[in-house]
Protein backbone atom coordinates (compact mmCIF):
# COMPACT_ATOMS: atom_id res chain seq x y z
CA UNK A 1 0.00 0.00 0.00
CA UNK A 2 1.41 3.72 -0.61
CA UNK A 3 -0.58 6.71 0.54
CA UNK A 4 0.02 9.83 -1.66
CA UNK A 5 -0.46 13.56 0.12
CA UNK A 6 -0.50 16.33 -2.35
CA UNK A 7 -0.03 20.09 -1.53
CA UNK A 8 1.00 23.42 -3.21
CA UNK A 9 -1.83 24.05 -5.22
CA UNK A 10 -3.92 27.39 -5.36
CA UNK A 11 -4.88 30.44 -7.17
CA UNK A 12 -2.43 32.69 -9.39
CA UNK A 13 -2.48 34.94 -12.39
CA UNK A 14 -1.42 33.78 -15.81
CA UNK A 15 2.60 33.60 -15.93
CA UNK A 16 2.60 33.20 -12.33
CA UNK A 17 4.27 30.34 -11.07
CA UNK A 18 3.32 27.08 -8.59
CA UNK A 19 5.59 24.40 -6.59
CA UNK A 20 3.03 21.37 -6.03
CA UNK A 21 4.54 18.39 -3.79
CA UNK A 22 3.51 14.98 -3.26
CA UNK A 23 4.72 13.07 -0.38
CA UNK A 24 4.76 9.25 -0.06
CA UNK A 25 4.08 7.16 2.41
CA UNK A 26 4.12 2.93 2.79
CA UNK A 27 5.71 0.54 0.98
CA UNK A 28 7.30 3.37 -1.38
CA UNK A 29 10.42 0.86 -2.12
CA UNK A 30 8.45 -0.63 -4.65
CA UNK A 31 7.20 2.02 -6.69
CA UNK A 32 8.44 2.48 -10.55
CA UNK A 33 7.17 5.28 -11.81
CA UNK A 34 5.23 8.21 -10.40
CA UNK A 35 3.35 10.81 -12.54
CA UNK A 36 1.15 14.21 -12.00
CA UNK A 37 -2.51 13.85 -13.82
CA UNK A 38 -4.78 16.76 -14.26
CA UNK A 39 -8.58 17.32 -14.52
CA UNK A 40 -10.52 19.72 -15.47
CA UNK A 41 -14.04 20.26 -15.04
CA UNK A 42 -15.89 18.78 -17.95
CA UNK A 43 -12.97 16.84 -19.37
CA UNK A 44 -10.88 13.49 -18.54
CA UNK A 45 -8.11 13.02 -16.37
CA UNK A 46 -4.93 13.39 -18.58
CA UNK A 47 -1.20 12.78 -17.80
CA UNK A 48 1.03 16.04 -17.25
CA UNK A 49 4.17 14.59 -16.63
CA UNK A 50 5.56 11.40 -14.97
CA UNK A 51 9.27 10.13 -14.16
CA UNK A 52 10.20 6.46 -13.32
CA UNK A 53 13.09 5.15 -11.15
CA UNK A 54 15.98 5.66 -13.12
CA UNK A 55 14.68 9.72 -13.76
CA UNK A 56 13.12 9.00 -17.49
CA UNK A 57 11.00 12.28 -17.51
CA UNK A 58 7.81 12.47 -20.07
CA UNK A 59 5.72 15.60 -20.38
CA UNK A 60 2.19 16.12 -22.10
CA UNK A 61 3.09 18.27 -25.37
CA UNK A 62 1.00 20.84 -23.46
CA UNK A 63 3.64 21.68 -20.58
CA UNK A 64 6.70 20.71 -21.99
CA UNK A 65 8.98 23.96 -21.86
CA UNK A 66 6.62 25.18 -18.48
CA UNK A 67 6.62 22.21 -16.35
CA UNK A 68 9.32 20.41 -14.75
CA UNK A 69 8.77 17.26 -12.51
CA UNK A 70 11.43 16.56 -9.70
CA UNK A 71 11.83 13.96 -7.08
CA UNK A 72 13.64 14.23 -3.51
CA UNK A 73 14.13 10.72 -2.71
CA UNK A 74 15.18 11.36 0.94
CA UNK A 75 12.01 12.93 1.39
CA UNK A 76 9.70 10.38 -0.93
CA UNK A 77 8.59 13.83 -2.56
CA UNK A 78 7.69 14.04 -5.98
CA UNK A 79 7.24 17.77 -6.97
CA UNK A 80 5.95 19.32 -10.55
CA UNK A 81 7.54 23.41 -10.53
CA UNK A 82 4.89 25.02 -13.08
CA UNK A 83 5.58 28.30 -14.51
CA UNK A 84 4.16 30.37 -17.21
CA UNK A 85 0.43 29.29 -16.23
CA UNK A 86 -2.11 29.68 -18.82
CA UNK A 87 -6.11 29.83 -17.44
CA UNK A 88 -6.14 25.93 -19.20
CA UNK A 89 -3.89 24.53 -16.84
CA UNK A 90 -6.90 25.24 -14.22
CA UNK A 91 -7.61 21.81 -13.03
CA UNK A 92 -7.28 19.77 -9.81
CA UNK A 93 -3.95 17.87 -9.94
CA UNK A 94 -3.46 14.55 -8.88
CA UNK A 95 0.03 12.90 -7.77
CA UNK A 96 -0.23 9.15 -8.77
CA UNK A 97 2.72 5.91 -8.00
CA UNK A 98 2.87 2.38 -9.78
CA UNK A 99 4.77 -0.36 -9.05
CA UNK A 100 4.56 -1.03 -12.75
CA UNK A 101 7.03 0.19 -15.30
CA UNK A 102 4.86 3.10 -16.11
CA UNK A 103 1.77 5.02 -14.62
CA UNK A 104 -1.45 4.64 -16.07
CA UNK A 105 -2.33 1.11 -14.97
CA UNK A 106 -5.12 -0.39 -13.00
CA UNK A 107 -2.83 -0.53 -10.01
CA UNK A 108 -1.64 3.15 -9.71
CA UNK A 109 -2.07 4.71 -5.78
CA UNK A 110 -3.71 7.67 -5.92
CA UNK A 111 -3.46 11.14 -3.85
CA UNK A 112 -6.57 13.18 -3.30
CA UNK A 113 -5.82 16.40 -5.10
CA UNK A 114 -5.11 19.61 -5.20
CA UNK A 115 -6.85 22.75 -7.01
CA UNK A 116 -4.76 24.64 -9.06
CA UNK A 117 -6.99 27.62 -10.43
CA UNK A 118 -5.14 30.38 -13.27
CA UNK A 119 -6.72 33.40 -13.35
CA UNK A 120 -6.45 35.32 -16.72
Known amino acids: QVQLVESGGGLVQAGGSLRLSCVAS????????MGWYRQAPGKQRELVAS???????NYADSVKGRFTISRDNAKSTLYLQMNSLKPEDTAVYYC??????????????WGQGTQVTVSS
Open 96 to 109: SAAFGMVVGGPGDY
Open 26 to 33: GTIREIHA
Open 51 to 57: MNRPGDT
